[in-house]
């Protein structure tokens, strides 16, 4: 299966300037790029220019961002206690070490 290719904002609006002084062939030439490729960029962008590549709106949700700073919180908190966890049985664990090794002098 082709993966399509995905192009930012920036190079369509390049690309679309670019056209305002070299041919549609030119431009398509030099960045390899279909014909009507462009035709759809270039008619997307004059039928209206403000909402002309907004992308797939993908974009982070404010109540997806931050349910996914919460996860990323529990789990951290969760290290966090399993670690002070560790440290206190190794703390113990040489406590009684050290008193072992004072028992057989």
Request: with cysteine.
């Amino acid at each position: 299966m082709v993966q399509k290719r995905q192009f930012p904002k920036e190079f369509k609006l390049s690309i679309i300037q670019e056209l305002e002084t070299k041919s549609m062939a030119e431009v398509c030439r030099a960045h390899s790029l279909a014909s009507s490729t462009v035709s759809g960029w270039r008619k997307d962008y004059e039928t209206n220019p403000k909402e002309a590549f907004k992308g797939h709106g993908c974009l982070w949700k404010p109540e997806a961002k931050i349910a996914q700073l919460e996860r990323t919180l529990g789990e951290l908190y969760a290290e966090n206690v399993l670690l002070k966890k560790a440290y206190e049985q190794l703390k113990l664990l040489q406590t009684e070490t050290r008193k072992g090794r004072l028992n057989f002098k």
